[in-house]
């Protein structure tokens, strides 16, 4: 079955720019991730979606950064206002439930100049 | 507060040869622990995860990890390793139980010799 899919692969922004990343979960996925992985580092956590409800949004480094899950299935995660500390790989996961392995998508690589 | 530590950045092993990567983990209560790998430009793929019961989990490609709650450790192992396991591994653990994120390390890049 398809797996979880991110949209774009890649980006590049303005520095000040708003940029907005896609999510799609496999369906049916309760719970949705949203991890940010500097280059040679590993993912760290944003925030966490069950279904629509946002439980923890602890990870996410400012208020430029906003995550909605409106229908409980696709996620878009927003940033406002790029900053050139922006740039990273945005991870994406998913799972059936809270305490079940996530299934990551291939990520968004966004650089901001 | 949850972390975990891989402490070797990058392991050259030759394509036949054993492998073990080294996880520690720092948790308050029993830990979901998970190895992932993850390949150039591309997302994690779960290898193998722990979450009670039996000490020894199998997982996929043939890699195995064993917990070790005295130690503080889950070692990712693999008997005779292949040109194609040449990636990045990560540990993980978690979620957290009422925060639902996991903690990742720093990562281990493997690299295969012919």
């Known amino acids: 079955g398809a797996g979880v899919s991110q949209s774009p692969r890649y980006k590049v922004a303005k520095r000040g720019q708003d940029v907005a990343l896609r999510c799609d979960p496999i369906?049916?996925?309760?719970?949705l991730f949203w991890y940010q992985q500097a280059l040679g580092q590993g993912p760290e956590f944003l925030t966490y979606?069950?279904?629509?409800?946002?439980?923890?949004k602890s990870g996410l480094p400012s208020d430029r950064f906003f995550a909605e899950r409106p229908e409980g299935s696709v996620s878009t995660l927003k940033i406002q206002r790029t900053q050139q500390e922006d740039s990273a790989v945005y991870l994406c996961?998913?799972?059936?439930?809270?305490?079940?392995?996530?299934?990551f998508g291939d990520g968004t690589r966004l650089s901001i100049l | 507060a949850q972390s975990v530590t891989q402490p070797d950045i990058h392991i050259t092993v030759s394509e036949g040869a054993s492998l073990e990567l080294r996880c520690n983990y720092s948790?308050?209560?029993?830990?979901?622990l998970f190895w992932y790998v993850q390949s150039p430009g591309q997302g994690l793929q779960l290898l193998l995860k722990?979450?009670?019961?039996?000490?020894l989990v199998q997982g996929i490609k043939g890699f195995e990890a064993e917990f070790k709650r005295s130690q503080s450790s889950f070692n990712l192992r693999k008997p005779s390793v292949h040109w194609s396991d040449a990636a990045e591994y990560f540990c993980?653990?978690?979620?957290?139980?009422?925060?639902?994120?996991?903690?990742f390390g720093d990562g281990t890049t493997l690299t295969v010799k012919p």
């Open positions: 948790y308050g209560a029993t830990p979901y």
């Open positions: 369906s049916g996925h309760v719970s």
């Open positions: 722990y979450f009670s019961g039996d000490t």
């Open positions: 979606f069950q279904n629509e409800a946002q439980l923890d």
């Open positions: 993980a653990v978690g979620p957290h139980t009422n925060a639902g994120k996991s903690t």
């Open positions: 996961a998913s799972s059936l439930m809270r305490f079940q392995p996530q299934h």
